[in-house]
């Protein structure tokens, strides 16, 4: 398939080399003509810069807002998610290798215009629409377009990230976005350096600038791996900034490595870590810490950091019990429980629905069964 035809990008000056350097991401790749920049997806071209991924997707899917993972931002609804290609992170475990890692423009099997996505959103019934599946920081005018246009159709905008970007291109990017889980990685620069690529601090600041100046409704999720970014010691380190810095409202997820990418002699998680690592965050003053990817009923659910009722019960995406009110205070004593909820949680359930964006257009949306 050929590539796409290039979309002008933002956020890059000139070198007075006669390279043009790349501003949206920490990486800040300086560029001749025809290179690309380590995304892959942004490059050089006729002397200035353009994504060659405007307008196409890896694919498109109706998931549960749960798995992406979100567990305090309107349970129980359904998201229609996508990316693209590429990441301007270098992670050696990458779990979405095939996608984030890809090199093929054939990757991008669908054609999609922001509008298109927001109205076949709209009609499915989709709450809002995620970018997921690779980081959209690399995407960046796609997204921002794709945001304004469910924003227009009252759709709510979902980002899946690393949180590695600059400043200004930052703030354009979460204008339009309503909620945010950001992978925060590892708690060292020597791990983010050695094993993604990247460092700490960019990502340390993306998470205090969406907690502190936007409404932004924000979760984190950790991946352990064994030896690696698992030890006690970091996160109780990792923990406590988080209260410190963010608050201890703030949902956090400690979730399992499985072998996948550079990473295929190192053995998966064991569910203990993870359930000790949920135990050192509730210790440390987190509300809200889960296990995931692992079936584990109580690491999964809800519970009043007042009176320790269940508030959300979860048996992995699906919700067993609903004990918030109308206001999303707890049933039993009523303290408020940080999220955004309405007074029924949705009903889509753990369902995972590929599905073809053109098909629904075509056919002015179709259902979900159809599609």
Request: aromatic share 10%; glycine share 8%; net charge neutral.
């Amino acid at each position: 398939m050929p590539e796409p035809n290039p979309h002008p990008a933002r956020y890059w000056h000139k070198l007075a080399d006669g390279r043009i350097q790349c501003d949206l991401c920490p990486r800040f790749c300086r560029l001749h003509e025809g290179q690309r920049a380590y995304c892959f997806v942004r490059a050089r071209q006729q002397d200035r810069m353009v994504l060659t991924t405007y307008g196409r997707s890896s694919g498109f899917c109706i998931d549960p807002i749960e798995k992406k993972p979100l567990n305090h931002f309107l349970p129980g609804t359904s998201v229609l998610s996508f990316g693209t290609a590429g990441c301007n992170l270098g992670c050696k475990f990458c779990q979405n290798w095939d996608i984030s890692k890809s090199r093929e423009f054939d990757t991008l099997a669908e054609s999609a215009s922001p509008e298109q996505i927001a109205r076949v959103a709209k009609h499915l019934g989709c709450r809002s629409v995620a970018f997921t599946y690779n980081d959209p920081t690399i995407f960046h005018e796609y997204a921002v377009d794709v945001a304004e246009a469910c924003r227009k159709q009252g759709v709510k905008n979902v980002a899946v990230t690393a949180g590695y970007v600059c400043a200004e291109p930052r703030r354009e990017f979460f204008r339009d976005i309503d909620a945010a889980n950001v992978d925060l990685k590892g708690f060292t620069e020597d791990f983010y350096r050695k094993v993604c690529g990247a460092h700490l601090q960019p990502v340390l600041d993306t998470l205090v600038y969406l907690k502190r100046q936007t409404n932004v409704w924000l979760e984190i999720t950790h991946l352990m791996i064994p030896g690696l970014n698992d030890s006690d010691g970091e996160i109780d380190a990792m923990t406590r900034w988080i209260v410190d810095n963010l608050g201890p409202d703030v949902p956090l997820f400690f979730t399992a490595f499985f072998p996948a990418w550079k990473m295929l002699d190192r053995s998966p998680t064991p569910p203990s870590t993870l359930k000790r690592a949920r135990q050192i965050a509730l210790k440390n003053g987190i509300r809200y810490a889960f296990t995931g990817n692992i079936h584990d009923r109580d690491g999964d659910s809800t519970y009043c950091h007042r009176c320790g009722a269940l508030l959300i019960g979860r048996d992995g995406y699906l919700i067993t019990a609903w004990r918030l009110d109308a206001d999303g205070c707890c049933a039993a004593c009523g303290e408020r429980c940080a999220g955004v909820f309405e007074a029924e949680p949705g009903s889509w359930g753990g369902k995972r629905l590929p599905i073809s964006l053109e098909r629904a257009s075509l056919q002015g949306g179709g259902t979900p069964a159809e599609l």
